[in-house]
């Protein structure tokens, strides 16, 4: 009898034991987490805890039941089928298979092989890996991006020959983008920090169908981190830090995910410290003097000295060191089987960020300003988003974000033996709605449509004041008077909205094509009113402007075989003039910006190709796309007379007026060619190289913001817990005759001069090698080591007024509790 008991309490906990399934990573061993799994009708669904377990009791023997998880390859299998491989299932990592699924190129869910968009994916894996200081550092190491740098804190990403305002940010579906984005350098990438990121996407080329005004060179996609829910009760800590020799960094990361079954919440704090950069001291380019630091203010906000001090290591960039907090809190909640709703909430706010570019700035041997730097830039975003999937004949899923951002910027800048202290800042609220939908067209679903609808507000403040300051011996005691300087935008006020309709058409044509079409409708509405005419008296003090723009796409995918895909696109993009382009008032190196009221929208009308070749049962990839744009109507800094006068005082100095006008045309035409994938076992690489050319057919000038040609190779192996690469990164040179001198964007003054030609040289050649190791220590310890410019290397990006680190020995830590 008691034997008989054993046996059937033995059995019992065999059977029950039989109902697990453990889910692993093939190529660590390490369980995976919150892996969805289902059964074909999708009305069973269980989730795997922290040790990988999850069980299948509910599920019937004749079940197939798929394995899901954003990171890995789907598996499915027969329930009964589980017993031959002892019930332990292994993923594979979704990099290692190229057909990815795309996210931004319609607003949901695609496969690459049906989008003809050229898109570039980035995974939380493989951002961990990289360990950027930054998401402006993430996005230069993305193909065919150049990433612009006028200040340590800061980063203007450049796509096929635009940057700024002509690129358009997105985080978790609302647009970064706001009425104050400028034309030139934009610095604002940085204010999502890349240590909350789950992954970006990049659209290359005109994605306005989609995405709207803006999106001429380009869409960047930040989606970051979502909680998920768990049939248990389950909390995940990570912790993350680092430390780079370059600048002093120190970073520190913390991050809670708290999953239940009826919500999930997902905290996150990000800090950074950096200290002052450290360029290369290997001067291959013969310069010996260019970008060295001799003498740097130590002015601050209560200390004065009326002269500049002798920095005793020139290598050393004194006054770019910061610091920046980034918070992110978002919660999830399924309301039920077919409707979700998310809120996201998004702090980001720095430390006074030095103005680089102006205190190194030197006049007749002495320095020109004693203070000049941002004041915090603060993102505020709250965001809630519902998906829902009801199934009608006319709308299967949607989802809608309703969004409030509030962005504070403020300048402040006093010239050197000056006690005047001029303050500008500037306030956008944007309010934003999106509605985003699709259906499919036959039961096939091989025929989709989408669309949707973006309405957006923008309200803008601009305040001015200068102050006299009090000093006694070093010390600023206080303030003497207030006097009445220029604002950079409409001191009256000023807002800027949009409304836009769109849809999208993509149908498998055959088994072989895909054709994707799509066209949008966009009105956009500007009003500004200027108060004070002590400086600038414009021809109407109040304006009101409005426009309207159709633009559209027709994209052709032919896949001849299983490993080749060819992709055409026609498409077209505009930008209309916001708040920047109109109104701004900014002064830099002897020229004044002034508003221009009678500034019209650029268009961009896109032609590319792009090829496509997969090896290895699509572990590798070949890929090569060119494309040719035309710029109608295009908006470039031009001379201007105001009044009739082309020169006006602004803040004691007399300087050249400047504005934003309308061009005629012009082109921007290039390609890039990129690889990666798995080359051996244990060996993988990926590379890159971007050409781009742009000029005016009218002026005959060379367009702004055109980078030299530019690449990257990495080859990796991995053993186990074990990854290691050696990066190398080369820039070509751009000669001085290849710049635009009008607009002064690509800041040619800060290329070396050359005294046999009298005249500035250009950005020099570069390239750099780099070596990141990466080590998993167990399931929750990992740790990584990086040498950034092995060789010490100095060098300038293109257009940007800081040097580049120098050698830089990179640590980190990644602990998951």
Do not use: C
């Not at 491989?85 to 049906?114: C, H, M, P, W």
């Not at 360029?279 to 200390?303: L, P």
């Not at 915090?376 to 004949?393: E, V």
């Not at 000023?494 to 094509?513: G, H, V």
Request: glycine residues 6%; aromatic residues 12%.
């Amino acid at each position: 009898m008691r034997f008989s008991l054993l046996l059937f309490i033995f059995l019992i906990s065999l059977s029950a034991k039989s109902q697990q399934v453990k889910v692993l990573d093939r190529e660590t061993n390490f369980p995976i987490n919150n892996v969805t799994i289902y059964n074909d009708n999708r009305d069973l669904v269980v989730y795997t805890n922290k040790y990988g377990i999850a069980d299948l009791s509910a599920f019937k023997e004749s079940d197939v039941i798929s394995f899901n998880h954003l990171s890995y390859i789907e598996y499915e299998i027969l329930k009964r089928e589980l017993i031959v491989i002892d019930f332990v299932v292994y993923l594979s990592n979704r990099a290692e298979q190229l057909d990815e699924v795309v996210l931004s190129a319609s607003r949901g869910k695609e496969t690459r092989s049906r989008v003809a968009e050229t898109i570039a994916i980035t995974s939380r894996e493989e951002i961990r890996r990289m360990a950027p200081q930054t998401s402006a550092d993430l996005l230069a190491n993305l193909p065919g991006i150049k990433v612009q740098k006028t200040q340590m804190g800061g980063g203007s990403p450049v796509i096929r020959g635009m940057e700024a305002n002509r690129v358009l940010l997105v985080v978790d579906g609302v647009r970064m983008n706001n009425a104050i984005y400028r034309t030139g350098h934009l610095q604002s990438s940085i204010t999502v920090a890349p240590t909350v990121l789950e992954r970006t996407e990049i659209i290359y080329g005109p994605s306005s169908v989609i995405y709207g005004s803006d999106a001429l060179g380009g869409v960047i996609n930040y989606f970051t981190k979502t909680p998920e829910i768990n049939s248990e009760n389950n909390f995940k800590t990570s912790i993350f830090s680092r430390y780079s020799s370059a600048n002093n960094e120190k970073a520190i990361h913390l991050d809670v995910e708290a999953s239940f079954k009826k919500w999930a919440s997902f905290t996150a704090i990000s800090y950074s410290d950096f200290g002052d950069l450290k360029m290369g001291e290997n001067r291959n380019h013969g310069f010996d003097n260019w970008g060295k630091i001799f003498q740097y203010s130590n002015n601050t906000d209560s200390f004065y000295n009326p002269n500049g001090l002798v920095n005793p290591n020139p290598d050393v960039q004194k006054n770019t060191g910061y610091n920046q907090l980034d918070l992110l809190q978002k919660f999830y909640v399924p309301l039920s089987k077919k409707t979700d709703i998310a809120f996201n909430f998004q702090y980001s706010t720095s430390s006074d960020i030095p103005n680089f570019d102006n205190l190194a700035e030197v006049a007749d041997g002495k320095l020109r300003y004693a203070e000049a730097y941002y004041g915090p830039q603060n993102r505020f975003l709250a965001s809630s988003s519902l998906h829902f999937n009801p199934d009608y004949s006319w709308l299967e899923k949607g989802s809608l974000i309703f969004a409030f951002q509030q962005i504070e910027e403020s300048r402040v800048e006093r010239r050197m033996n000056s006690l005047d202290r001029f303050y500008r800042t500037e306030n956008v609220d944007v309010y934003s709605l999106n509605g985003d939908f699709s259906v499919p067209l036959n039961e096939a679903k091989n025929r989709n449509l989408s669309y949707g609808f973006e309405l957006s507000h923008n309200d803008v403040s601009s305040e001015a004041i200068g102050k006299e300051l009090a000093v006694s011996g070093n010390e600023i005691t206080g303030f003497v008077n207030d006097f009445i300087i220029q604002s950079r935008y409409p001191d009256g006020g000023s807002d800027y909205s949009s409304a836009a309709l769109y849809t999208n058409y993509r149908q498998n044509i055959n088994s072989k094509s895909t054709l994707n079409t799509g066209i949008r409708f966009t009105a956009t509405f500007l009003k500004a009113l200027w108060v004070d005419d002590t400086f600038i008296t414009l021809p109407d003090m109040a304006i009101y402007s409005d426009n309207k723009a159709v633009s559209a796409t027709v994209g052709y995918v032919h896949k001849p075989s299983v490993n080749w895909q060819i992709n055409t696109l026609v498409s077209s993009g505009f930008r209309s003039p916001n708040i920047d382009d109109i109104g701004k008032i900014r002064y830099k190196s002897g020229q004044v910006t002034v508003p221009n009221i009678y500034l019209k929208p650029e268009y961009v009308y896109n032609a590319e190709l792009g090829l496509m070749r997969y090896f290895n049962n699509k572990k590798f990839l070949l890929s090569a796309n060119a494309y040719y744009m035309l710029l109608h109507h295009y908006i470039a800094r031009g001379a201007f007379e105001i009044n009739g006068q082309n020169t006006l005082v602004y803040d004691g100095e007399t300087a050249t007026t400047m504005a934003n006008i309308n061009n005629k045309n012009a082109y921007i035409a290039g390609g890039t060619f990129g690889f990666q994938g798995t080359l051996a076992n244990h060996f993988k690489t990926n590379g890159s190289i971007t050409y781009t050319k742009g000029k005016s057919y009218d002026t005959k000038m060379p367009l702004s913001s055109i980078p030299p040609l530019f690449g990257n190779l990495e080859v990796s192996y991995s053993q186990n817990k074990f990854i290691t690469s050696l990066n190398y990164r080369f820039n070509a040179a751009k000669k001085y005759s290849d710049y635009n001198l009008e607009e002064g964007i690509d800041n040619i003054e800060q290329t070396p001069f050359d005294a046999a030609t009298n005249s500035y040289y250009g950005t020099p050649k570069w390239s750099t090698l780099n070596l990141n190791t990466n080590y998993q220590v167990s399931d929750k310890v990992s740790i990584s080591f990086r040498i950034d410019n092995i060789f010490d290397v100095h060098y300038k990006e293109f257009a940007s007024s800081i040097s580049a680190s120098g050698r830089n020995y990179v640590g980190s830590l990644l602990l998951k509790l």
